[in-house]
């Protein structure tokens, strides 16, 4: 998976990225322990406190290894996983559990959100990045518009089939939040209740650093045109955060196209970035992809109980919805 979305830093984790190695007689550490592994296209970070260094390690080592293995999984990159599979055939038997799940999440989001997250922009995609964000004709946007909608993806039991040929399907908008929350899952089944982990953006917090809230910052997406200021700062405490934006993989030399498609225009968003902070990762993730799409985002969030929102405007201005603080 490619990364899409800003890199929500960790600000208590910013300092020790690269730590030495501490001792681990102690049965607890004084200091946070950080391990940062590169994968799904980006860095990802698992900072752990209260337990010793040694428990840390196992711990982390175990969330790592559970994360690659769903990684391989729904990775669009590889027409040998499942879902490279599904994209190729159109249909996918004895679908993994996994892929099951995140597939139902997706469709759930697409109704939430009256689909504007819609995981079967793909196939548009795909010629976008292929033609470098060179735009399409009427007659080429007509026959692509047909082949998007998470409406035309039918799950029979273990079958995942896709009901027009030339459909596909990309997960990346929301999978990278299911890794994040399966490797916090990882964490708490070793025994770990303080932890924080930050896979390009998508954050589970869990707990507390030595008593106090984990603290992360949202990035400026202004951040090349030398805006480095934090928009935002937010505690996080038993939350999930994550971030999505116009402003990172860009198609064109221009700037002036990325990865972020309005199912319903097949037009790239122009909205710089948009932070949700939910129950999960999973959640926060597929939201914040929409809400780069829809009109009126806070309004949409104001109507989600359990879930917050900040939008970053252009020149460093920010709307956000009531439950945000």
């Known amino acids: 998976m490619l990364t899409r979305r800003f890199l929500l830093k960790a600000m208590a984790a910013a300092a020790t990225m690269s730590a030495l190695p501490r001792p681990a007689l102690a049965l607890t550490s004084p200091?946070?322990?950080v391990e940062t592994r590169l994968m799904m296209g980006t860095f990802v970070t698992i900072t752990v406190s209260g337990v010793s260094d040694t428990h840390a390690a196992d711990a982390t080592g175990?969330?790592?290894a559970r994360m690659v293995g769903l990684e391989d999984m729904l990775t669009r990159f590889d027409s040998a996983s499942p879902l490279g599979q599904l994209n190729s055939a159109g249909v996918l038997r004895d679908a993994p559990?996994?892929?099951l799940l995140v597939a139902d999440a997706a469709s759930r989001m697409h109704r939430i959100t009256e689909g504007a997250f819609d995981p079967t922009i793909l196939a548009?995609?795909?010629i976008m990045e292929q033609r470098a964000g060179a735009p399409l004709d009427d007659k080429e946007?007509?026959?692509?518009?047909g082949l998007i909608g998470m409406e035309h993806v039918r799950r029979e039991g273990s079958t995942l089939r896709f009901m027009r040929g030339g459909m596909k399907m990309s997960l990346d908008g929301i999978a990278k939040g299911y890794i994040a929350d399966e490797g916090a899952r990882a964490l708490r089944a070793s025994g770990v209740k303080d932890f924080l982990i930050n896979a390009g953006g998508d954050i589970v917090a869990q707990g507390s650093k030595a008593g106090r809230p984990?603290?992360?910052a949202v990035e400026n997406p202004e951040k090349y045109q030398g805006r480095t200021e934090y928009p935002a700062v937010r505690s996080l405490y038993n939350e999930a955060m994550a971030t999505s934006g116009s402003y990172e993989n860009i198609l064109d030399a221009e700037g002036k196209t990325n990865h972020i498609l309005n199912p319903a225009?097949?037009?790239?968003?122009?909205?710089p970035g948009a932070s949700v902070v939910a129950s999960s990762a999973m959640e926060a993730d597929a939201l914040a992809t929409a809400l780069c799409v829809l009109s009126q985002p806070v309004a949409f969030m104001e109507n989600l109980k359990d879930a917050s929102c900040l939008i970053t405007l252009p020149g460093g201005r920010v709307l956000q919805s009531r439950r945000w603080a």
């Open 31 to 33: 200091d946070p322990f």
């Open 265 to 271: 225009t097949g037009r790239c968003s122009t909205l």
């Open 214 to 216: 984990w603290r992360v």
């Open 124 to 126: 548009l995609l795909d």
């Open 141 to 145: 946007e007509a026959e692509l518009a």
């Open 62 to 64: 175990r969330a790592f």
């Open 97 to 99: 559990q996994e892929l």
